[in-house]
């Protein structure tokens, strides 16, 4: 099974730190985040990753390359502009193939197993979404789940990990270089029945701001058993 990062954003809201420096780059732990991610991938029995590269793209290919450092072969799938996130997969499905995908978003600090994904099948379904519990930032949620199923409905909801498995044909409707995002998508097939999914109640950060990623450097100079 192959993995794919979503590391194109432009990192808006970790600005001016990402004015020069790509998001993925930005480091935390003493490490860059995409760094952790590659590391939790490698360690989970991946070998083939794809990323998706946009704003100072060049900068993320030269510091991680082929991927030999974390025993892996990365493939890079470069936009002229970001594609948003349906929009990225879209046009990686060139290299990604016909089945079922593993998908990270780079920005996020986890302990979460990835494993757990190869072990899975998708069945009649077109995602599996790992969910986490709602952070402060996100009080409101971004689905339901009940009985192991991803819903819309108002309770109980929680929010997206940025962690899940996909199949293709999720995407497959949208024309390479086309700009779309994937909550929609997700909503829509959600709305259908067709996304499993799991609650992950342990270590889960989003580092998608300034304030978010000193609270993730903070909780990382503790000492902990287990890091992602």
Request: with cysteine; net charge neutral.
């Amino acid at each position: 099974m192959k993995a794919m990062i979503l590391a194109a954003g432009r990192g808006e809201r970790l600005r001016p730190l990402t004015d020069r420096l790509p998001k993925p780059l930005v480091a935390v732990g003493g490490k860059a985040l995409l760094a952790w991610r590659l590391e939790a991938l490698a360690r989970a029995g991946f070998r083939e990753v794809v990323i998706n590269v946009s704003h100072l793209g060049a900068q993320i290919e030269e510091r991680f390359g082929s991927g030999d450092e974390f025993g892996l072969c990365i493939a890079w799938s470069r936009e002229a502009e970001p594609l948003e996130t349906a929009g990225g997969i879209a046009n990686a499905l060139g290299i990604l193939g016909p089945a079922p995908f593993a998908l990270v978003n780079a920005d996020i600090w986890c302990d979460y197993d990835f494993s757990r994904l190869r072990a899975l099948t998708l069945g009649d379904t077109v995602a599996h979404l790992v969910l986490v519990p709602n952070p402060p930032h996100a009080a409101g949620g971004d689905f339901s789940l009940l009985a192991g199923k991803i819903g819309n409905e108002a309770a109980p909801r929680y929010t997206y990990a940025g962690i899940a498995l996909l199949s293709p044909k999720l995407v497959a409707g949208i024309a390479a270089g086309g700009k779309t995002p994937l909550a929609p998508l997700l909503r829509a097939a959600a709305a259908a029945g067709a996304i499993s999914g799991e609650l992950f109640e342990g270590s889960w950060r989003d580092a998608g701001t300034l304030e978010r990623l000193s609270e993730l450097e903070t909780l990382l100079a503790k000492p902990v058993t287990t890091r992602g």
